[in-house]
């Protein structure tokens, strides 16, 4: 058994793709999962799940199941707690930063095409900084004047990655990995 992270985008933001928080836990329940526990209202679920259902399974099996029950087609993006946590260990921006809300992290669907990546930049006169994680589906982002006005945004990564992706702020991503292990 593995503790997984599932991330949905865009959900609980304006006024579409509602979904509540004891919904998505059934629904994880429903498919099988263990421990199902969601943390605030942005769809993030940690559960429990057989080691060899893997990630993308797993982020299919509750898409369909959200499509199915709720009329909901957002985008899943799934972990191990595993991976989360070294992703914790490799934030290069997290060094000397006291501002947990300036760093965040873009989950990707799947790793974007290689010149996709490689010509991702930030929008001029924007002071954002950006860096792929070793494993090429995540990108760790850093934003030293904050994110609300930034045009390096979900939506921009989205479309010069050519993949879905959802994002967490480090707050966020740390209390899932405490969840993930159990916390």
């Known amino acids: 058994m593995t503790r997984y992270v599932a991330l949905l985008r865009g959900v609980n933001v304006g006024s579409g793709n ?3 928080m004891a919904d998505l836990r059934r629904i994880a329940a429903d ?3 263990d421990d199902v526990r969601t943390y605030l209202q942005s769809g993030n679920v940690v559960f429990g799940a057989d080691d060899r259902a893997g990630p993308e399974r797993l982020a299919g099996d509750i898409r369909r199941a959200l499509a199915d029950e709720l009329d909901l087609d957002v985008a899943v993006m799934v972990r ?3 991976e989360l946590a070294g992703l914790t ?3 290069p921006y997290a ?3 006291p501002e947990e809300v300036k760093m965040l992290v873009a ?3 799947e790793p974007p095409e290689a010149d996709r990546a490689a010509e991702l930049s930030v929008p001029g006169g924007e002071t954002a900084e950006f860096r792929f994680a070793d494993t090429g ?4 982002l850093h934003y030293p004047d904050g994110y609300g006005r930034s045009r390096f945004s979900n939506a921009y990564l989205e479309k010069r990655l050519g993949v879905a992706s959802t994002t967490r702020n480090w707050r966020t991503v740390r209390a899932l990995v405490d969840l993930a292990a159990g916390g």
């Open 31 to 33: 498919l099988g999962h």
């Open 18 to 20: 509602r979904i509540g």
């Open 137 to 140: 589906r995540d990108v760790y």
């Open 89 to 91: 260990g490799g934030n």
């Open 95 to 97: 060094a000397g930063q």
């Open 107 to 109: 989950f990707l669907a």
């Open 80 to 82: 191990s707690g595993p």
